[in-house]
Each structure stands twice: as C-alpha cells, then as structure tokens.
C-alpha cells in the first residue's frame, strides 16, 4: 500500500465515469438491491451445466443461459457463428508465430427482414466454441449492447463510449469475473508439426478498469470481493481487486452516497442537454 494508503489502477476520471455509469444503470434496475440479490456468476458447471455435444449446440446453450443468468430470457434475437478467419495449417515442420485473428469475437446488428419487424442478431467467433469463459464473456458484451440500446438513450460520457459502458453494463449484470479474466490472453500452442503462439484482446475496458468495476460491484451488494470474486480471477488480477477494494473502502465509505452524489447531467453530450 505504500506510505499513503493503498492506490487505484485507474484515474480519478476513469473512476468518476464508471460512477456515473453505475448510477445511469441502477436508476434503471432498482438501485443496491440488485446487487445484494444477484451475486458473481462463476465459471463452473453449477452455473454452466452443458450437456450439447455439437460446436453449434455448445453455443446456444452458453448463449441461452447467459441471457437467462442477465434477466433477457424472452428478449427476441437471433444467435450464430460469424466467419471463422483462423490461419490455415502451414508447412509442417515449421514453427509459426500466430496473432489474433482480424475478425470481432463477436457482434451486435439489428438487421431488416422483409415484412417483418427487424431482427437482433449476435454473432460470435466460431473459435470460441473451444474456450468457453470467453465464448461467456462475448455473449454478455454483446447482450450488454442490447440492453442498453433498448434504453433509447446514450450512456454517460455519449455514444462514443458506448462499447465501454458495454463492458461496464456486462460487469454490472454479473459477468464480471468472465469480462477480467478475458480481457487480455496470451497462450502457446504446440502440435506434432508447428509450436508457436497467440495473443488476444477482448473487449474495451482495461483489466484494471474491469477489476475495478467488479469491487465497485460487489461492495454496492455488500461483499467482500476478496471472496465473492478474488478466487475465481486470474493470480495477478487477484492483486488489483485487493488495491481497488482498499482504496474504495478507504476513501468512499458510504459508496452507494458517493454514488448518489453524481450529476449524471455533467456526463450527456451538450447537445442533448
């Protein structure tokens, strides 16, 4: 902690807008309560239980359930694999280096269908099918993209931070440990014939940013996220939940006041105020 108290990984800025946003989303789900009655979802087979055997199967009912566990269950869309753009197989015996692949991990369109009224579509990568948390982190993302465009209204700070406050809002439903973990990975591979490795981004928000909308979270619904959360993250982001928990308990006792507290007005575009 340093000789003055523990420190945020975030700025003050980043911090304040990730206050407003919380207030712009619990004006519209009830406040704490929502939070003291929903805690974490966790990567296990308690709340994942999938039993389809299939690549497509596998990801509907991960799509099926994420939209269940974020309160969207008779919410009209349309799930399927978009293009899948990983390298094909090189020379063998060859070691090759690979990077992310171009195309998004997944998607959000509202799209026309004749004679009828349009249709929400998502779409996700179909190498996700192989690594679900990220497959789960995907789905909430593009299910946040939903939820707050059905709002008719664009998030603290405009549309140009649509896709952060996408982030936020999927943190807000409870996918935080998922949009953490994902956020950034980078693995190695090796086979008979090539070695290598490869590097992914997902999402919009920094790590330090997700973590410490996740102790924002869980503190709101009167958890400790030491415990509710810190087991189920990656070791390192272990050590940014701890910081962004001391410092909010530090410095915003009351956090739900300090909330409260925000002029959502200061974060509308000034042409919609």
Not at 190 to 217: M, P
Request: hydrophobic residues 40%.
């Amino acid at each position: 902690m340093g000789w003055f108290g523990p420190t945020l990984a975030i700025d003050q800025d980043e911090l304040e807008w990730q206050f407003a946003t919380f207030k712009w989303l619990m004006e519209r789900f009830g406040g704490v309560e929502f939070f003291a009655a929903s805690p974490p979802i966790i990567p296990d087979a308690q709340h994942f239980p999938i039993t389809a055997t299939s690549a497509s199967e596998r990801a509907s009912q991960h799509f099926d359930l994420v939209r269940d566990m974020a309160g969207m269950r008779d919410w009209p869309c349309r799930v399927e694999a978009g293009e899948d753009d990983r390298l094909p197989q090189i020379v063998p015996g060859i070691a090759s280096t690979r990077a992310s692949a171009p195309q998004p991990l997944g998607t959000y369109s509202v799209e026309p269908v004749q004679d009828s009224p349009a249709e929400v579509v998502i779409r996700y990568h179909p190498s996700l099918v192989d690594d679900p948390a990220s497959l789960v982190a995907t789905f909430a993302h593009e299910l946040s993209h939903y939820l707050i465009h059905d709002f008719g209204e664009a998030p603290p700070g405009g549309w140009e931070l649509d896709e952060l406050a996408t982030d936020l809002t999927a943190v807000y439903l409870g996918f935080g440990i998922f949009m953490a973990n994902n956020a950034k990975q980078f693995d190695s591979f090796t086979s008979y014939d090539q070695i290598g490795w490869s590097s992914r981004r997902s999402g919009y928000l920094s790590e330090a940013a997700l973590v410490t909308a996740l102790a924002i979270r869980e503190l709101l619904g009167g958890r400790d996220p030491l415990a509710s959360s810190g087991p189920h993250l990656k070791s390192y982001l272990q050590a940014d939940l701890k910081r962004a928990s001391a410092w909010l308990r530090r410095n915003c006792p009351d956090l739900p006041a300090t909330i409260d507290r925000i002029e959502l007005a200061d974060y509308m575009p000034a042409e919609s105020r």
